[in-house]
């Protein structure tokens, strides 16, 4: 253990060269690159897929906004939220109030979307940075706590100022149709994957980017050790609201895509179970790689499908059907998570990099 | 001023089951140190096993005594079939399995009894008397304060007075110790969540019928109130807890009487910022040395 602490300095000096001692791609053109590819093979493959799975990929990309930003958080920096559900409805609310704004203007270029997200990813910022503040001076349970008080609350908020968010009724979100250019038979639910794709693999060329870079180290640091970290001149607090910020733009821009693709927000989306369901959707995917987020996204679009298919398998009066429907994926979610807690910590990412890890350490000759 | 009297009146009814039910996290965060955030699902579905009890025997005393059994079972089972397999070497992990058991708990009530409001019978009035034309008690109130009473110095009477209870203080305080000098330490431990888990039962038997009903969530605000009232005691501290519990019942039921009920969850969500940023440790924390 002692020999790989003194060898350290000298590995770093080299490092540039990379460990094969060749010269190695900069991180920014790899993740470009690796967006790039993502893009095309969505393009391919929105073509190839019926629409509803389009718009269950779509889905897909809006929750991995979130989750990814989440797995910053939690993973990353140490930081548990239960309220990302909360920040994915300011998300949503913001891009709602806005697309509104614009059609009562009768501006419906499809350039307004553009500036609702983005409005909506600086408004969860704003609010991200308030509950960050507080959430900085908090630890373990007691973060836990205020986070689920937030979750808890936000849905409240939407009835006690109705006027704004009228209630339980929630807001339409009015989206213009795909560009003319791309012809009058194209179909809906390929532009909405277009347009969530091409957000989300923003987001997460932005965030790979932070991850491998100083800051990124900064947050695992103050994860691991934070006296520590604060003795190498880290400053432990202004990170950790850092950390929270980003993750929270991350949660908005996802709240913000999902209330796009569905057209509609309502307090109801927003609950404290759509919290709950992020948080395991990063734990199982695997806390601390941004490659879990993707697994954890994924399985939440895949699994309520996954059980629609089951009940309709079974033969059940509607009323016990629809009990199982709603219920089946939670419970499913609930134990999972708890088995994965206790047998799998690194959820599925890990266990893939695990196995991977082993088989390089078993051939001779390569630094792992 | 009959408003002011009744309010408070029934903020203290109100408060007296948040206390009892943060008084159930603070048993298992000094048992275990584990905020047990899937408290609330625990208690409906105590409350739930109640209701079928009552339904098919007719009687709410059968229905509470079964409440409270399932409470202390579930406690257990918990302990014994998760909470002991966790890795409690970062606080995340004991939060994370806890918010699995909501969604599992939440889940499986769902399924079988269905996601709509049912009814809860309380087992006395709830019209007040009338103390000189002021509004004031009512009988199911005096039962709120009295089953809070006898549950709270029964606790008081078990940790102070008895042998088991000073078996679970060393098991908590000094596990390795206790081990060595012949304490069944996880014993102890089931024993503390049996405890806690009864204590919560009993707060949601008498929460839920002074609000819509019962259903899977009807205890998720209940358990962010008491939460509140432990943190505003200390998590460390049972007279806290109590003391914190009817502060948050009574400001809360000034804000929904003064200001409208849809203030009470912000209401809420403001006091347990406001305590937490300026005393973290609560009202009721000793100064402790900075844990390096």
Redesign the interface.
Known sequence: MSATRVAAPAASRTAPEGPAGRWQVPTLVRHLGIAVAAALALVAVSYGLEPFRNFQLATVAAYLCATAGLTVL?GLN?Q?S?GHGALMAVGAYTVALSQDAFAERGVTAGGTLVVSLLAAVLVTVAVGAVVGA?AA??????L???T???A??AP??T??FAGVFNGEQGLAVPVAPPPEALGVYFPYERWQLWVAGSATLLCLVLLGNLVRSRYGRTFRAVRDDE?AARLAGIHVARTQVLAFVVSAAGAGLGGALLAVLAQSVSPGAFS??LS?FL??AV?IGGLGRLAGALWGAALLVALPDLTHTLTDLLTLSP?AAQ??E??????I??????VV??AA?GGVQGLLSRAVATLRARLPGRRS | MDRFVFLTLDGLSRGAVYAAFALALVLI?RAAR??N?AQGAMAVAAAYAAYSVSAATGSYWLGFAAALATGLLLGAVVDVA?MR???HRS???P???A??????????L??VY??EFRPAQTPFSRTAFTIGGVAALSPYDVFVFAAVGVVGAALAWIFTRTAVGLRMRAAAFAPDVSRLLGVNVGGMLTLGWALASGVGALAAMLVIPTELGLHP?AM??V??SA??AA?VGG?DSPPGAIVGGLGVGLLLSHVSGFA?S??V??A??VL??AV??VR?GGLFAPVTARR?
Not at chain 1, 137 to 142: F, Q, T, V, W
Not at chain 2, 101 to 106: A, T
């Open positions: 939690t140490g548990l239960l507080a001076r908090l630890r373990g349970p007691y836990a706590g205020v689920l008080a937030v808890v609350v409240a908020l009835v006690t006296v404290l179970t709950l948080l395991m734990v009323a009990r199982l709603g219920n089946l994926p939670l419970a979610f609930g134990i999972t998570l708890i807690m206790i910590p | 965060w584990i905020v955030f998760v397999f966790v890795d606080p995340l992990n939060v994370i399995v918010l699995g058991l909501v969604l599992l708990i939440q889940a499986v769902g399924m269905g996601n969530h998720d605000l358990f962010v939460f509140t943190v998590l409208g849809d203030l969850p912000l809420v969500l347990l910022l937490l940023l973290p390096v």
